[in-house]
């Protein structure tokens, strides 16, 4: 038995150090994230003290430095953006950013579907559907549309309009269902290319879910600042197109003609079009025009965009960038050496200002790696009439370049050396595996299934405001000090302890966890975790207890340690599993706040058993052998008489009991039936309220004012934009 209990105290500790190592490396990338937000914070706070333009100069100046340092490797090989995503996501309501809703556009993937040539009556229902949903605010606009294509062709047969979605002759029933379904692919398939989109962007731990109303995909991204940036990314079209290329020495001409425009223009800042660019060429590029810094780039598509650039350059010229950046070291004056990410702008040839090949041309697309020339790629397969197409294209440009692009931007240029054919290609490039993954993905869902539009958004701040999560964290210091504190009072100083450490370890554990699954920290988590510290003070109480019985039963302290921690077990290990239970079910159905709330007492009630059952019994094997640990007794004078030969006759009392018992039941069902609940705005709905200030307000302190104003009703206050204007929720 003591080998056992022995070999069992080896594997605890052995698995007990694993987890602290592997919670000191994820949680170091928060704390690296936080010192370089910092820096940037201060960078931002000198540059808007110098422009005097408040928030605005301040964002720019902070993203700028974000962008700057986003491919610099600033901690153990990894990159400031790895970095991020590898450290505690924090979630919208404690860190702010933009709340977006987009509707996919479910007639235009109707549309999209139908052969409905020569059909009058199929646009006018789609357009009545259109109509009717719109102005009852319908989820099911593909009932509308059947409803009123039947009404306008009551012998009509919409398998046939559908014929390559739905067999000939199937029921209108099995018509309308197939259609459903096609539509909730279509929509998920625009999630995809959003999700991907954001990645890139590099948003850390976005929320990107499918709402219940057809078409509607809610996006929820912490900490995001380029919010412009961010509605154009979310509003273009994911268009794969396939260009033939144009060598830079046949435009040159043209070039130099706009840069010389440009320099001699009086309106003008003096700088010609070379001016903005590192690099002029690429010797081992024949279409690349120049290098540039992404803050450059903007200035260079503004130029592109304008009417001198129009009137001077081809007009089958059509310039983009490449999507991965080249990765230089440059030598700043006030940093030192640092790694700068610079972009190629690539010539590409129109054909009546339209691609060789575009649409929705790939069926499959996969991601792999190349052990013999050691990089990733994507494979993908077209279509059969893209496949005939290209075959042509790559025929017609042998030894020349072919540009694969995708939302305007370059994702490969190969050298076509033979013809293609078969519509199998592969886009090769510096990627690495999730890139390779991402970009598989992305030509797989080819572009949007319909058009978006953004209905709704919203930058806002943290939830509780700034201030009043100061309050909270400190509030949490408070309770568990005095948690440690009445541990000791209550057991003794070295029991205290123990458990004491046992919670820290909670703690630190429960949060490297999160950290290494990439889960974003919410409010609702918080609570979660908190609920998980109390459960893991239940079990040290239950074996402490255990402890002082087997004490009292005349047992040495060892034994009575051994055996409290042996039958305190079963109902500790009953209690966590039932709580578990209820935590993945709250995970699998749950959404948003719930499962955050689920995430975060899954894993803390998992930890907690380790550190109450195994850590601290650990703790107390190896000290037995010191003098100290042989006068335990659990108790002190505090604690040693209380409830101690405590008599009550619970039988004699039954009646009373019961009559109290009946009377409480009563008051409740007669409240319940009478009041009902006091739903939440979650439940009820409401109404939002944007206030603008003159001046920065604190939206803890216009919270409590406002409350005692709406007769009990909820009410939430959360920043928009910047500290003077806010948002006020309330279901009143």
């Known amino acids: 038995m003591q080998s056992k209990g022995t070999l069992g105290s080896v594997v605890a500790g052995v698995i007990a150090i694993f987890l602290v190592l592997i919670c000191l490396f994820y ?12 820096k940037a914070d201060e960078y931002a706070l000198a540059e808007s003290a110098k422009t005097g333009n408040g928030s605005e100069s301040y964002r720019k100046a902070y993203s700028e430095y974000i962008k700057n340092i986003a491919n610099e490797k600033v901690y153990l090989g990894y990159t400031f953006n790895e970095v991020q995503k590898l450290g505690v996501g924090l979630g919208l309501d404690l860190k702010g950013g933009m709340n977006v ?109 499918e709402l219940e109303k057809d078409g509607q995909i809610l996006l929820e991204l912490p900490g995001v600042k380029e919010h412009d940036r961010v509605r154009d990314l979310l509003k273009s079209s994911a268009n794969l197109e396939f260009y033939e290329t144009t060598p830079v020495a046949e435009i040159q001409g043209a070039l130099m003609e706009l840069d010389n425009t440009l320099r001699n223009d009086s309106t003008g800042n003096g700088k010609g079009f070379f001016d903005y660019f590192i690099q002029m060429g690429n010797p081992y590029n024949r279409i690349g025009v120049g290098n540039a810094t992404e803050t450059a780039r903007d200035t260079i598509n503004a130029i592109l965009a304008s009417a001198t650039a129009k009137r001077i350059l081809p007009n089958n010229l059509k310039l983009a960038w490449e999507v991965k950046p080249e990765i230089v070291q440059i030598n700043d004056s006030v940093r030192g050496k640092r790694n700068m990410a610079i972009y190629q702008l690539v010539a590409l040839k129109t054909t009546n200002g339209k691609a060789a090949l575009s649409g929705d041309v790939v069926t499959t697309a996969s991601n792999d790696y190349d052990a013999m020339q050691g990089g ?56 690495s595996t999730d890139e390779a993954k991402d970009l598989a993905n992305v030509l797989k869902s080819g572009k949007m299934a319909a058009k978006v539009d953004i209905i709704s958004d919203t930058v806002i701040g943290p939830s509780l405001g700034q201030q009043a999560i100061e309050d909270g964290l400190w509030s949490f210091v408070v309770a568990l000090v005095l948690l440690m504190i009445f541990m000791m009072a209550f057991y003794g100083v070295i029991p205290g302890l123990i458990a004491n450490l046992g919670l820290m370890f909670n703690i630190f554990f429960t949060f490297g966890i999160l950290a290494s699954f990439q889960a974003v920290l919410t409010l609702s988590g918080i609570a979660g975790i908190v609920l998980a510290l109390g459960m893991a003070v239940d079990a040290n109480v239950l074996i402490f207890e255990r402890a002082k019985e087997e004490l009292r039963a005349g047992k040495n302290v060892r034994t009575a340690i051994a055996d409290g921690y042996a039958n305190a077990f079963s109902a500790i290990f009953d209690s966590n599993l039932t709580s578990v239970i209820t935590g993945i079910i709250l995970l699998i159905f749950g959404t948003g706040p719930i499962k955050g709330f689920a995430t ?41 008489k209380m409830f101690t030969d405590t008599k009550f006759n619970f039988l004699g009392a039954r009646k009373v009991s019961l009559m109290v018992c009946l009377a409480f039941v009563a008051v409740i069902l007669i409240s319940f039936f009478t009041r009902g609940l006091n739903q939440g705005i979650d439940f009820s709905g409401g109404r939002n309220y944007v206030v603008q200030f003159d001046h920065p307000v604190k939206t803890h302190e216009l919270q409590a004012r406002l409350v005692p104003l709406f007769d009990g009703a909820q009410v939430s206050v959360i920043t928009i934009d910047d500290n003077t204007k806010v948002r006020i929720s309330t279901n009143y």
């Open 101 to 209: 809703t987009l509707q996919v556009s479910v007639p235009d993937i109707l549309r999209s579907m139908a052969n409905a040539e020569g059909n009058p009556y199929f646009e006018q229902a789609v357009n009545n559907a259109d109509s009717i949903a719109r102005a009852t605010k319908s989820n099911d606009f593909v009932d509308i549309f059947c409803d009123q294509y039947r009404k306008l062709d009551p012998t009509g047969d919409l398998s046939v309009v559908f014929k390559d979605q739905v067999k000939r002759g199937e029921s209108p029933e099995a018509v309308r269902n197939i259609l459903k379904q096609e539509v909730k692919d279509r929509v998920s398939s625009s999630t995809n290319v959003l999700r991907t989109r954001i990645d890139q962007f590099g948003v850390v731990a976005p929320n990107i879910q």
């Open 376 to 431: 990733n790629y994507v494979s993908m397969t077209m279509k059969p009439e893209a496949a005939r197409q290209w075959a042509r294209i790559t025929a017609a440009n042998l030894n020349k370049q072919v540009a694969i692009v995708l939302d305007n931007q370059v994702y490969s240029a190969p050298n076509v050396s033979s013809v293609i054919e078969g519509g199998r290609s592969q886009i090769t490039g510096n990627f």
């Open 600 to 640: 975060t007492l899954i894993i803390g009630i998992v930890v907690s058993f380790f550190t109450a059952v195994y850590l601290t019994r650990l703790v107390f094997i190896f000290g037995a052998k010191y003098r100290p640990f042989e006068k335990l007794t659990f108790t002190t004078g505090l604690s040693r």
């Open 27 to 38: 949680l170091s990338f928060t704390v690296v994230t936080n010192h370089y937000e910092n």
